[in-house]
């Protein structure tokens, strides 16, 4: 049993977004699997800041954005909301490198010639 479900997230006292450097609002460290070229599953940690600057744009991230300029503090009564969004938030983040990877390794390993249908959500690299 491991907690990679886990999902933690701080709003206080955030780091600076460590893509440009501006005002995060939110960093979230979650747990992060993946299978490697050997084919063993790897397991860690990742961790995404939510930025107005970089993230606006993205659904999951402008619901949440938004969720952020109606307070500036989250409002236990939005708690619930607040972590729903922050959980699809997180998936959006999540998702495209995994599954993606996922795929390219499972034709490595099989030899199978058939295209990973989400290629146009390979990770950029910043
Ligand atoms: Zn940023």
Do not use: Y
């Not at 999902?7 to 992060?32: K, M």
């Not at 729903?84 to 034709?107: G, H, I, L, M, N």
């Amino acid at each position: 049993m491991t907690d990679s479900e886990e999902i933690t997230f701080r709003f206080d006292q955030v780091p600076p977004c460590a893509r440009c450097g501006g005002e995060a609002l939110l960093r979230v460290r979650f747990g992060h699997s993946w299978t490697n070229i050997t084919g063993h599953l790897v397991e860690g940690f990742r961790e995404a800041d939510l930025c107005p600057a970089c993230d606006s744009g993205a659904t999951p991230a402008d619901d949440l954005l938004a969720l952020f300029a109606v307070a500036e503090r989250v409002p236990l009564t939005h708690l619930a909301e607040f972590g729903c969004r922050v959980v699809a938030w997180v998936e959006s983040v999540r998702q495209p490198r995994s599954t993606w990877f996922v795929c390219e390794v499972r034709k490595t390993l099989t030899g199978t010639t058939a295209s990973c249908p989400d290629t146009s959500s390979r990770p950029t690299v910043p």
